[in-house]
């Protein structure tokens, strides 16, 4: 007889696990309880198998927030809750930092050959995208909604023609003495010499590509210095 109510309840427990209800489960043990008293005269024991799954059943909540918590470490501009904001760098110490960037726009033979004689009828290329991507770099907090506004004490945007690729190279250097660093700044100078190079000789080509915007190192700062492999 009580095998037969057990197989009867089994199915019925199984369901309101996978349902969640604990009030529902707990009555279904209760009832086997008492089964198994009439059949065997005693309560069964509080053995490992209840107190475990009782313990699971109350720490599995702070496991699944614990675990959020902790798969997201590092990420400064977001908040407790979730919520973008601007890191507070009151509290970091000032030191002198510098970052170097660089960025390739790839003309087509056609364009370069314009550029490299001077020939695009807006102008100097490279001159106007030079005093472009300086300009980048200092209206970088604009631009970045959580960049901080940097005190900038040196930029500098070179452009190259590399005949090889048919490209202009970029490379942008930023400096300051400051709590943060100046990446952005350095990448934003080389992104808006290379959007300049694309505006200055669009009318000649629309198939101009603006390719590899990346950091190439870095130095200062908590997290020290930094260098992209050759």
């Given at each position: 007889?009580?095998?037969?109510?057990?197989?009867?309840?089994?199915?019925?427990?199984?369901s309101?696990?996978?349902?969640?209800?604990?009030?529902?489960?707990a009555?279904?043990?209760?009832?086997?309880?008492?089964?198994?008293?009439?059949?065997?005269?005693?309560?069964?024991p509080?053995?490992?198998?209840s107190?475990?799954?009782?313990q699971?059943?109350?720490?599995?909540?702070?496991?699944?927030?614990?675990?959020?918590?902790d798969?997201?470490?590092?990420?400064?501009?977001?908040?407790?809750t979730?919520?973008?904001?601007?890191?507070?760098?009151?509290?970091?110490?000032?030191?002198?930092?510098?970052?170097?960037?660089?960025?390739?726009?790839?003309?087509?033979?056609k364009?370069?050959?314009?550029v490299?004689a001077?020939?695009?009828?807006?102008?100097?290329v490279l001159?106007?995208?030079k005093?472009?991507?300086?300009?980048?770099?200092k209206?970088?907090?604009?631009?970045?909604?959580?960049?901080?506004?940097?005190?900038?004490?040196?930029?500098?945007v070179?452009?190259?023609?590399?005949?090889?690729?048919?490209?202009?190279?970029?490379e942008?250097?930023?400096?300051?003495?400051?709590?943060?660093?100046?990446?952005?700044?350095?990448?934003?100078?080389?992104?808006?010499?290379?959007?300049?190079?694309?505006?200055?000789?669009?009318?000649?080509?629309?198939?101009i590509?603006?390719?590899?915007?990346?950091?190439?190192?870095?130095?200062?700062?908590?997290?020290?210095?930094?260098?992209?492999?050759?």
């Amino acid at each position: 007889m009580f095998l037969r109510r057990l197989a009867v309840a089994l199915p019925h427990s199984r369901s309101f696990l996978s349902g969640g209800n604990n009030h529902d489960l707990a009555s279904a043990i209760s009832e086997l309880n008492k089964e198994m008293e009439s059949v065997f005269g005693e309560p069964p024991p509080i053995g490992h198998a209840s107190s475990n799954s009782n313990q699971y059943m109350a720490q599995e909540p702070q496991f699944v927030s614990q675990k959020v918590v902790d798969s997201t470490p590092g990420l400064t501009h977001i908040s407790s809750t979730g919520e973008a904001q601007m890191v507070d760098v009151s509290r970091k110490e000032s030191s002198k930092r510098t970052a170097i960037a660089s960025c390739k726009v790839i003309l087509g033979k056609k364009v370069f050959d314009l550029v490299a004689a001077n020939q695009i009828a807006k102008g100097d290329v490279l001159t106007v995208a030079k005093i472009a991507g300086i300009g980048g770099a200092k209206k970088t907090s604009c631009l970045i909604p959580l960049c901080h506004n940097i005190y900038l004490t040196h930029v500098r945007v070179d452009l190259m023609l590399n005949a090889k690729h048919f490209s202009v190279d970029i490379e942008g250097e930023a400096a300051c003495t400051g709590k943060t660093g100046v990446e952005m700044e350095a990448m934003t100078a080389v992104t808006i010499a290379g959007l300049t190079v694309y505006d200055m000789c669009k009318a000649a080509s629309k198939d101009i590509q603006i390719t590899d915007v990346r950091l190439e190192c870095k130095t200062g700062g908590k997290s020290g210095d930094w260098s992209r492999e050759k």
